[in-house]
């Protein structure tokens, strides 16, 4: 990643440190060379104050005083000359003793010979040829009266090294040098800068590697937290964070695994509500569609004998007939499309019902043989004026579940569909074939095979294969339209077959598992079109 927290965050901890080790580094090379120098005045002055101490209370020449000043000379790297009224050496320590008086003896001539002359400004004038190479005083850093004593900064012209020495009398008399090299210092001041430097690139490379390693750590889970949320952003939710912490990235991945379970809960229940409202609307489009089908259908339907009856009473009005058997004809008319009319209403209005779910279906046990009996007594009169032969074979009760009702309707609608398409040998079989879970019931028909583009649109609201003959026996092309919607509220089959001698519609209905029934029921006659 191009803005990776990982870099960003190892690139800061990492300057972070280069820019410590830097200031450091800087500190000591800028510092700590005057913070020695410093440190050598004071052991310097401190010293003179034990050789004063030791001389005023009379222990400078004892062999104890000679080891403290062994010590002292070894561990703050300094030489110590101590000479008496007579120039008489008492102590020495940690220098050359014959170069330790030269110099001192070059102090306290040219020293001398400079405050005569004038102080500071004598030393830029040339000096007595004696001290050509000897020593050069750069600076006085501290003076005193009483007792006199000098401490200032010298260069040894000959070794070219720089010295902080120390000169003058102590209380008793005596007379001491205490000299220190100030190149060790440097040198010191050096290395310690050299092994900084090394030691913060070393610090800085593996502190480096560390941090690197440790913000992987830290890094890993954000990653899998972000390709967690991108893919919650593509509705996944099974994405969760897995990671067993307790810091606050953790903390962070369970609140994203509590938050994908509620946008997948939620999301749910918006697809939900959204399926039932698409339902709703498409409920709401499918009525808008059957009220405006109905309409125009009944408009339809009815524009014709409307129109009828209006011409025969019209005519009736105006007496274009005067006889009697001319006006009952136009009353027959007028009253045969009248009832032709209420007819398609009534159906119309059940069709209604049945589609828009208003009429409640009401599951009952009854014995199907006994209703389509009592339906073929029934329709006796129209089964002479037709000339049918109705065959019906089946005895034994068969009980099914269903609408007792809308099942006598379904029968009506089949039986007088096929007497009013009878041709041929003027035949109606009536037939019950048993299946696993169902009973089929079918209606046959001798005559003319229904062509089978029209078998999709049998069901259709007002569709009519032959409108001709449709007008001749009065039918309003809704009967199949109410079977269909009959069938569908009891969700079960229904259909047509076309054979070469005829034509067999046909429904199931849900069969009564018992005993009796199972004992009893036996198939019915098939018609003979094989």
């Not at 008399?173 to 210092?185: D, V």
């Not at 709703?280 to 125009?296: H, N, P, S, V, W």
Request: aromatic share 10%; with cysteine.
């Amino acid at each position: 990643m191009r803005y990776s927290i990982r870099k960003q965050f190892a690139g800061i901890f990492i300057g972070l440190m280069a820019g410590t080790m830097l200031l450091c580094w800087f500190i000591n090379n800028t510092f700590l060379e005057r913070f020695y120098f410093l440190n050598k005045q004071k052991v310097v002055m401190e010293a003179y104050d034990q050789l004063n101490e030791a001389a005023q209370s009379g222990s400078i020449s004892s062999d104890d005083f000679n080891v403290h000043l062994q010590q002292l000379s070894a561990t703050y790297n300094i030489s110590i000359l101590i000479l008496d009224e007579d120039s008489e050496t008492i102590r020495v320590s940690g220098g050359d003793p014959s170069l330790l008086r030269t110099d001192l003896w070059s102090h306290i001539i040219y020293d001398t010979y400079d405050e005569l002359r004038g102080g500071d400004d004598a030393r830029n004038e040339q000096k007595p040829a004696q001290n050509a190479g000897a020593l050069r005083t750069n600076r006085v850093l501290m003076r005193n009266e009483s007792p006199f004593y000098l401490m200032q900064v010298v260069t040894s012209l000959l070794a070219n090294v720089d010295y902080l020495d120390m000169w003058g009398f102590l209380e008793n008399g005596n007379l001491f040098f205490i000299r220190t090299a100030l190149e060790s210092m440097r040198d010191s001041t050096d290395i310690s800068s050299r092994f900084l430097a090394y030691v913060g690139i070393a610090a800085t490379l593996i502190c480096g590697v560390v941090i690197w390693l440790v913000s992987k750590k830290i890094t890993d889970p954000i990653l899998e937290l972000a390709h967690i949320s991108e893919r919650m952003a593509h509705l996944d939710f099974d994405a969760r964070y897995r990671r067993k912490s307790f810091n606050e990235i953790a903390v962070l991945g369970n609140h994203m695994n509590e938050m994908a379970d509620a946008l997948e809960s939620t999301i749910s229940e918006l697809k939900t509500a959204n399926n039932e409202l698409q339902k709703d609307i498409e409920k709401k489009e499918q009525i808008d569609g059957m009220r405006r089908e109905f309409l125009a259908n009944v408009s339809h339907e009815l524009k014709t004998p409307i129109a009828l009856i209006q011409g025969y009473a019209e005519g009736l009005k105006e007496g274009i007939n005067d006889d009697e058997e001319s006006r009952n004809f136009y009353c027959d008319v007028i009253m045969d499309e009248s009832a032709k009319m209420n007819s398609m209403v009534k159906k119309l209005l059940t069709l209604n019902e049945l589609e828009f779910g208003n009429d409640v279906v009401t599951m009952e046990r009854f014995d199907i043989v006994a209703l389509i009996r009592n339906y073929i007594q029934s329709a006796d009169i129209l089964i002479r004026q037709n000339e049918a032969k109705v065959h019906f074979t089946q005895t034994a009760p068969v009980y099914v579940w269903g609408d007792e009702f809308k099942a006598e309707e379904v029968v009506m609608n089949y039986f007088s569909n096929a007497l009013n398409h009878l041709d041929g040998e003027r035949i109606v079989d009536i037939w019950l074939k048993k299946q696993e879970k169902n009973v089929r019931i079918s209606v046959f028909n001798t005559g003319i095979p229904i062509p089978e583009e029209s078998l999709p649109h049998l069901w259709e609201k007002f569709y009519k294969v032959d409108k001709a003959r449709t007008r001749e026996y009065g039918g309003s092309g809704v009967g199949l339209s109410i079977v269909k919607a009959i069938q569908d509220s009891i969700h079960q089959r229904y259909g047509v077959n076309n054979y070469e001698n005829g034509v067999e519609f046909w429904f199931e209905m849900e069969l009564v598992e018992s005993e009796d029934s199972a004992k009893t029921g036996t198939e019915g006659g098939q018609n003979g079109n094989g």
